[in-house]
C-alpha cells in the first residue's frame, strides 16, 4: 500500500474512516468477482494468499490525493474503482 494511502489512513477525522470503510468493501466485492490478485507461491502450486490488485490501489490513491471520497459513498467510489473509470 503507496504511504498517500497510509498517510490519509492515519489522519484523524471521517474521510480515514471512509478511506478503511471503501479499502474493506473493495476487498470484499473484488472477493466476490474472483478478482483479487494471488501471490505467495511458486508458479504452478495453488495460490493461498490474496490481494487487492495495484491497479485498484493506484485509482484509489488517485482518488485521495482528488478528494474524491469526501463526495462519494464507499459503496459508489467502489463501483467506479472496479469499473477503472477514471
Known amino acids: 500500500m503507496s504511504d498517500?494511502?497510509?498517510?490519509?489512513?492515519a489522519r484523524p477525522g471521517d474521510l480515514s474512516m471512509r478511506l478503511a470503510?471503501?479499502?474493506?468493501?473493495?476487498a470484499v466485492r473484488?472477493?466476490?468477482?474472483?478478482?483479487l490478485e494471488a501471490y505467495g507461491?511458486?508458479?504452478?502450486?495453488?495460490?493461498?494468499f490474496?490481494?487487492?490488485r495495484s491497479e485498484w490501489?493506484?485509482?484509489?490513491e488517485?482518488?485521495?490525493?482528488?478528494?474524491a471520497l469526501a463526495r462519494l459513498t464507499p459503496e459508489r467510489?467502489?463501483?467506479?474503482?472496479?469499473?477503472?473509470r477514471p
Open 4 to 9: 498517500v494511502l497510509i498517510e490519509a489512513l
Open 21 to 26: 470503510d471503501t479499502i474493506c468493501l473493495l
Open 30 to 35: 473484488g472477493g466476490e468477482l474472483g478478482e
Open 41 to 48: 507461491a511458486p508458479e504452478g502450486q495453488p495460490q493461498p
Open 50 to 52: 490474496k490481494r487487492l
Open 57 to 60: 490501489l493506484q485509482r484509489l
Open 62 to 67: 488517485t482518488a485521495v490525493a482528488r478528494d
Open 77 to 84: 467510489a467502489v463501483e467506479i474503482l472496479l469499473q477503472g
